[in-house]
T-cell receptor
Framework: DVKVTQSSRYLVKRTGEKVFLECVQD?????MFWYRQDPGLGLRLIYF???????EKGDIPEGYSVSREKKERFSLILESASTNQTSMYLC??????????FGSGTRLTVV | RKEVEQDPGPFNVPEGATVAFNCTYS??????FFWYRQDCRKEPKLLMS???SGNEDGRFTAQLNRASQYISLLIRDSKLSDSATYLC??????????????FGTGTRLQVTL
């Protein structure tokens, strides 16, 4: 089974801090994704990557950046955290016919 | 119009009941379809892929109607453990080499004694 690991389950950060969310997958998949999930809004795509050093903006990239230096690792960066970035962040790896495998999520609170 | 639309529910049903969820999608060029299940405060997990011919996995049956652009999920003999949010998911085609899935906001199911 594909394993997607997110480094933190819960994070509390202060407004203005730079925040790094890490995601690692163990199946050499090319496509990786970052979503945020908010009540009533569902999952919204922030950024995705289809290869090392390749990235594309999703639907809500503002305030975020990403890094993909190695195939197995896809990092989401909040350049200057704000309270409206309080959310559940989900990383996913694309497994073709089986859709996505998600990490267990990081619940980020910005205070 | 949202790209993938679902009734948010909640659907409250007694154990043993049959319940059906529908989902509509806007892009007729969509290529593949899935149902995911998400438990409270957990990540979504693949429940089943949806094929044009329809497919069944135990108590769960998924159907696709391309002409009307909707997908359905039928759960027979509901169990308490089926209580969750069910996400309709559509692959609307590739961007570059990445296949990007679009998620509905989910339908919440609560099965009661």
């Amino acid at each position: 089974d594909v394993k997607v690991t997110q480094s933190s389950r819960y994070l509390v950060k202060r407004t203005g801090e730079k925040v790094f969310l890490e995601c690692v997958q163990d199946m050499d998949h090319e496509n990786m994704f970052w979503y945020r999930q908010d009540p009533g809004l569902g999952l919204r795509l922030i950024y995705f990557s289809y290869d090392v050093k390749m990235k594309e903006k999703g639907d809500i990239p503002e305030g975020y950046s990403v890094s993909r230096e190695k195939k197995e690792r896809f990092s989401l960066i909040l350049e200057s955290a704000s309270t409206n970035q309080t959310s559940m962040y989900l990383c996913a790896s694309f497994t073709g016919n089986y859709g996505y495998t998600f990490g267990s999520g990081t619940r980020l609170t910005v205070v | 119009r949202k790209e993938v639309e679902q009734d948010p529910g909640p659907f409250n049903v007694p154990e043993g009941a049959t319940v059906a969820f529908n989902c509509t999608y806007s892009n007729s060029a969509s290529q593949s379809f899935f149902w995911y299940r998400q438990d409270c405060r957990k990540e979504p997990k693949l429940l089943m892929s949806v094929y044009s011919s329809g497919n069944e996995d135990g108590r769960f049956t998924a159907q696709l109607n391309r002409a009307s652009q909707y997908i359905s999920l039928l759960i027979r003999d509901s169990k308490l453990s089926d209580s969750a949010t069910y996400l309709c998911v559509v692959n609307m085609g590739s961007t570059g080499t990445a296949s990007k899935l679009t998620f509905g906001t989910g339908t919440r199911l609560q099965v009661t004694l």
